[in-house]
């Protein structure tokens, strides 16, 4: 069996490497992976490789900073050349990137099965293109691997048959298990902060980086927080670039954004974590720690419903309400709302079974 994986953002490389593993144990199996070049930097991309022990791209098709559509259009084409000259028994692709929907539509096409990974999240909000993307993908997929019980009912509920749906748990719950080990000695990052503890934050959505409004009033709840307890964040240039252009003062540590190995080490370090990205809510709560999350809205509604997580939105007063109301809370985090850490195997297995 062949199969051809889909990754274009650093959060699917994690989950390919988990993937590719299991996929490399088998002697009746090959993986092609396609690298869209959509998250673009040559030393980062690198990295990730390096670090997560993944192989090498067969393809690197290196289309970037383009417009949704643009880019979207020129990842169908080169995606659909790769799959005519691999003629794969199946096309692998995770979450909800234009890499994403790009490799799912290519493949339906020339008829070629299509199992999505992480299926069934929704945030309901359209105005979203990941939502966009992710449903989509979802409806012309032919196997979806759900991460929790939400993603399944919403595939219920969305009319879709069971027969296709699988709830696999989550790649990055094996991820994370994994690499935890693996970083032990190799990263050192989190000894340079303060050692009382800090909160680790990341600030990097165009709905709150776009909205002068809303990223001035996170920064307002930022540099108050920052004054009892220490906030680092790795701060993408692009929001860097916003803060400056428009005078916005950011009382707290910040770094360059830095690799997965790093940004485990800072989690595990944290008191708690702050954010407005999806894929780090998850592993706040596998490090054990609550997550305050600045959006309006989460995939992640089971974080949210058993304490770990609170949705502030980006309003000053919410967020530094949730940062009192966390920051002496003890919880039980040992609840498996995301799998065994085996669902990597899950997934090839079943691949395998019915292929």
């Known amino acids: ?27 009746d199996v090959s993986e092609i992976i396609v690298h869209t070049g959509q998250h673009f930097d040559h030393n980062m991309t690198d990295v990730f490789f390096e670090e997560m022990e993944i192989p090498k791209p067969g393809y690197n098709l290196n289309i970037h900073s383009l417009s949704h559509g643009a880019m979207t259009g020129r990842m169908l084409e080169k995606i659909e050349e790769v799959l005519i000259t691999e003629k794969p028994d199946w096309l692998l692709v995770y979450g909800d990137t234009n890499s994403t929907i790009a490799g799912a539509l290519a493949a339906k096409k020339l008829h070629i099965k299509v199992a999505h990974i992480e299926a069934g999240l929704r ?7 990941e939502e966009v993307n992710r449903i989509l ?34 790649v990055m719950y094996d991820a994370a298990l994994y690499y935890s080990e693996k970083i032990k000695g190799r990263s050192s990052i989190a000894d340079r902060f303060d050692q009382d503890g800090f909160i680790l934050c990341t600030l990097h959505r165009a709905e709150n980086t ?24 790795p701060l993408h240039p692009r929001t860097q670039q916003i803060l400056k252009k428009n005078n916005i003062i950011l009382d707290c540590e910040v770094i360059d954004p830095v690799g997965y190995f790093d ?11 702050m954010t407005d990205s999806g894929g780090l809510q998850k592993e706040a709560f596998f490090f054990q ?16 419903s058993n304490g770990f997580n609170i949705l502030v939105g980006a309003n000053t007063g919410r967020i530094n309400e949730a940062y ?5 809370m003890h919880t039980d985090f040992n609840k498996a709302l995301y799998g065994d850490g085996q669902s990597a195997k899950m997934i090839v297995d079943d691949l395998i079974g019915i292929s």
């Open 263 to 273: 940004m485990i080490a800072l989690i595990q370090k944290s008191k708690l974590v």
């Open 324 to 328: 009192n109301t966390l920051k002496n």
């Open 210 to 233: 776009d909205d002068l409004r809303r990223l001035n009033d996170i920064v307002i709840a930022l540099n108050r927080i920052n004054k009892e307890t220490s906030v680092l964040i």
């Open 137 to 170: 993908t979802d409806r012309i997929s032919d196997i979806l691997f759900c991460p929790t019980d939400t993603a399944v009912e919403n595939l219920k509920k969305e009319g879709v048959s069971d027969s296709v749906v699988r709830k696999s748990g989550d």
């Open 289 to 304: 720690k609550y997550c305050i999350t600045m959006r309006d809205e989460t995939e992640w509604v089971e974080l949210v």
């Open 1 to 27: 069996m062949k199969i051809v994986t889909i990754v274009g953002a650093r959060p699917q490389f994690v989950k390919a490497a988990v993937i590719s593993r299991e996929i490399f144990k088998r002697n």
């Open 123 to 129: 945030s309901f909000n359209m105005r979203m293109p």
